[in-house]
C-alpha cells in the first residue's frame, strides 16, 4: 500500500498552451527515500509545492495516506532551497515556533526540549542561542533540517537543500541526515541537481524530462545496498553503472525521451546483474 | 578609530568657538564718538542707553537668557509667562497623543493595505492626493468642526504622523519574504498569530522608519500649528517672545526645539536598532 500516491499531476499556466508538465505519476511507500532529477523548467519545484500544499496543480490527484491533500500541513515538513530561518529569531526560536505550532498545548519546558533534541540531532547543541546571520550556510541549513523534522511530520519535503553548499559542507550535511532519515524511518522527497547525492540518498529516483510537456521519463531503482556510505559507494561498480544511466539520461536522452503508452513510467533497475562489492540490496 | 572619533569632536568644538567670536564681533556696539551729549542724553530717555540693545543681539546676552530660563523651567505666572519646561510639556503632549492616535489608524490599515492588493489599489489614490496637503492647511477646517484650539493641534499632529506611517507599514507588510509565510503556511500558523510573530517582526524596521520620519514631521509641524492657535507651547513661546521683540528669548527657543527634536529622533533611532535584523 502507497504512502503517497500521485495520479495524472499537471500544472500549466494562464497564457501558456503547453503545460509544464503533464501525466505525472508515481508512488512513494511509508519510510521510502525518493529523489527527483531534471532539468531546470521542467517543474520539480511545483511538483514538490503541490505536495506541500502551497501551490495547486492544474489537474489530477495528490493522496496522501488514503486522504486527499488540499492546502499546506503539519504532516508534511519542508525545508526550503533558501532555508527561509526567520532572522529575528535565535536558531531555537525558529525551531521552537515550529514546535509550538505542532503541539500547541504543550509547556514552555516540553517545547524547549523538544526544539533542543533536534537541534543537537543535526549537530548545532553548540549555537541554541545565535540568530542566523551568525551561521555559515550549512548550518543554517542544519537549522532548516532541524525545524522540519521536529514536528515528526509523516513526509519531508526537501527542495534542494543542499545547492547553496559548498561540497565539502553538503558532503557532511548529506551523513547526518542520512543518519537521522535512518533512525526516524522518515519518508522522503527530495530535489535534487546532484548526480551522486541522489544515488547515495534514495532508494529510487524519478527523472523528469524537459519541459514543456514534461513528464516523468523513467524510475531508476537504486540497486546499493542500504548500507552505503560516501566512503565505499564509488568502490562498487554498480555505482558507475546507475550514474552513467543516469548522466546519460540528462546529457541526452532528457530531450527526447521515449514515447510511453502506459501512465506508469518504467522502472530501470541500471547495474542489477553487475557483481558488486557491496552486499547486494534485499 | 577612537582616534578619528575625538579628532571630530575637536573640529566640532573650534567651529564651535569660531562661530562664537564671528557672532560676538559682528555684534559689537559701534564707537559713535561723534554723538553729542543731548544725543546721549536723548537715547537714555528713548531707553537706548549706552548699552545699545536695539541690534542683534551679541552672544553674551544669549547666554544670559539660557541661564535664566534654565534656572526656572517651571514657572508659572499667568499665560505669557510660564517656564520653557512647562511650554515644552504642552508641546510634547500634544506630539505624544496626535502621534499615539496616528499609530493606532496607520498600523491596522497598513498592515490590510500590505496584504490586500485589492486594498492597495482602492486606497492608493486617496493616500497620493492627501499625503502632500500641508498639515496646517487642514487647521481652519479643525477649528472650524472641533471648536477646540488644543484639539486642532492635536489634529493637525495626527494628519500629518499618519501618512509616512501608513505607507511605510504598508510596504513593509506588502513585502515581507514569501519564504517566511511559506514556513508560516506549511505550519498551519493561525493568521493572528502570523499577523503578530512574523509579519510584525519582520516589517517592523520598515514601519519604525515611518514612524521616525512622521515624529520629525510632527515636531516641525507643532512649532508652527502652535504659533497659529496659540495658548502654550514652544511654538506659541517663540511667537510671543518675537511679539515682545526678545530675540535672545527667541534664540533660546530656536535652540530648545533642536535639542529636543535631536533627542526624539535619537529615541527612534534607538528603537529601529532594536527590532533590525541582519538575514
Not at chain 1, 122 to 141: D, I, R
Not at chain 2, 13 to 33: C, D, H, Q, R, Y
Request: glycine content about 8%; aromatic content about 8%; hydrophobic content about 45%.
Amino acid at each position: 500500500m502507497s504512502f503517497l500516491i500521485v495520479e495524472n499531476l499537471a500544472k500549466s499556466y494562464p497564457g501558456n498552451d503547453a503545460p509544464v508538465f503533464e501525466n505525472v505519476n508515481f508512488s512513494i511507500v511509508k519510510g521510502e527515500f525518493v529523489c527527483i532529477i531534471g532539468h531546470s523548467g521542467c517543474g520539480k519545484t511545483t511538483i514538490l509545492n503541490a505536495l506541500a500544499g502551497l501551490e495547486t496543480a492544474t489537474s489530477g490527484n495528490l493522496i496522501m495516506d488514503g486522504r486527499e491533500v488540499v492546502g499546506p500541513g503539519l504532516d508534511r515538513g519542508v525545508v526550503f532551497q533558501g532555508h527561509a530561518l526567520m532572522p529575528w529569531m535565535s536558531v531555537i526560536e525558529n525551531v521552537k515556533f515550529a514546535v509550538r505550532s505542532r503541539w500547541p498545548d504543550w509547556s514552555k519546558q516540553e517545547i524547549e526540549a523538544q526544539a533542543a533534541k533536534y537541534l543537537e540531532m543535526v549537530g548545532l547543541g553548540q549555537a541554541l542561542y545565535k540568530k542566523p546571520s551568525m551561521l555559515s550556510g550549512g548550518m543554517k541549513q542544519r537549522v532548516g533540517i532541524a525545524r522540519a523534522f521536529a514536528i515528526q511530520p509523516k513526509m519531508l519535503l526537501l527542495d534542494e537543500p543542499f545547492g547553496a553548499l559548498d561540497a565539502l559542507t553538503r558532503g557532511t550535511i548529506q551523513d547526518e541526515l542520512l543518519n537521522i532519515v535512518q533512525a526516524t524511518a522518515q519518508t522522503v522527497f527530495m530535489i535534487t541537481h546532484d548526480v551522486d547525492e541522489a544515488i547515495l540518498l534514495s532508494d529510487r529516483i524519478l527523472l523528469m524530462s524537459n519541459g514543456p510537456r514534461a513528464r516523468i521519463a523513467e524510475i531508476v531503482e537504486v540497486t546499493l545496498p542500504r548500507s552505503r556510505t560516501r566512503h565505499d559507494m564509488h568502490h562498487d561498480p554498480r555505482y558507475y553503472r546507475i550514474r552513467n544511466h543516469l548522466v546519460d539520461f540528462l546529457v541526452s536522452r532528457s530531450k527526447d525521451p521515449k514515447p510511453v503508452d502506459e501512465l506508469q513510467p518504467p522502472v530501470v533497475r541500471p547495474g542489477e546483474d553487475e557483481p558488486g562489492t557491496l552486499p547486494f540490496a534485499a | 578609530m577612537k582616534n578619528e572619533h575625538w579628532k571630530s569632536l575637536l573640529l566640532s568644538v573650534v567651529l564651535f568657538a569660531l562661530f562664537i567670536a564671528v557672532w560676538f564681533v559682528a555684534t559689537l556696539p559701534k564707537e559713535s564718538g561723534l554723538q553729542s551729549a543731548e544725543q546721549d542724553e536723548y537715547a537714555a530717555l528713548m531707553g537706548k542707553g549706552a548699552a545699545k540693545s536695539g541690534g542683534f543681539p551679541p552672544p553674551q546676552e544669549i547666554g544670559k537668557a539660557i541661564v535664566t530660563h534654565l534656572s526656572d523651567p517651571f514657572k508659572d505666572n499667568g499665560p505669557n509667562d510660564k517656564g520653557m519646561a512647562i511650554q515644552l510639556g504642552h508641546s510634547l503632549g500634544r506630539v505624544g497623543v496626535g502621534f499615539a492616535l496616528a499609530i493606532l489608524v496607520a498600523l491596522p490599515i497598513g498592515f490590510a493595505i500590505g496584504m490586500s492588493p485589492l486594498l492597495h489599489r482602492a486606497l492608493d489614490p486617496f493616500i497620493q492626493v492627501l499625503k502632500p496637503i500641508s498639515p496646517l492647511a487642514w487647521m481652519p477646517l479643525a477649528l472650524y468642526t472641533i471648536k477646540d484650539s488644543d484639539l486642532s493641534g492635536i489634529f493637525v499632529i495626527f494628519i500629518c504622523s499618519l501618512w509616512p506611517m501608513l505607507i511605510n507599514t504598508a510596504f513593509g507588510v506588502a513585502n515581507v519574504r514569501k519564504d517566511w509565510l511559506n514556513v508560516a503556511r506549511t505550519l498551519e500558523v493561525r493568521p493572528l498569530r502570523k499577523a503578530l510573530t512574523v509579519i510584525l517582526p519582520a516589517a517592523a524596521p520598515t514601519i519604525l522608519t515611518g514612524m521616525r520620519i512622521s515624529m520629525g514631521i510632527a515636531w516641525l509641524v507643532i512649532v508652527a500649528a502652535e504659533m497659529l492657535v496659540g495658548g502654550t507651547g514652544v511654538g506659541y513661546f517663540v511667537w510671543n517672545e518675537w511679539n515682545n521683540l526678545a530675540l535672545p528669548n527667541v534664540i533660546f527657543a530656536i535652540l530648545v526645539i533642536g535639542v529636543v527634536g535631536m533627542i526624539l529622533d535619537r529615541c527612534f533611532a534607538g528603537l529601529q536598532k532594536l527590532v533590525s535584523y541582519t538575514e
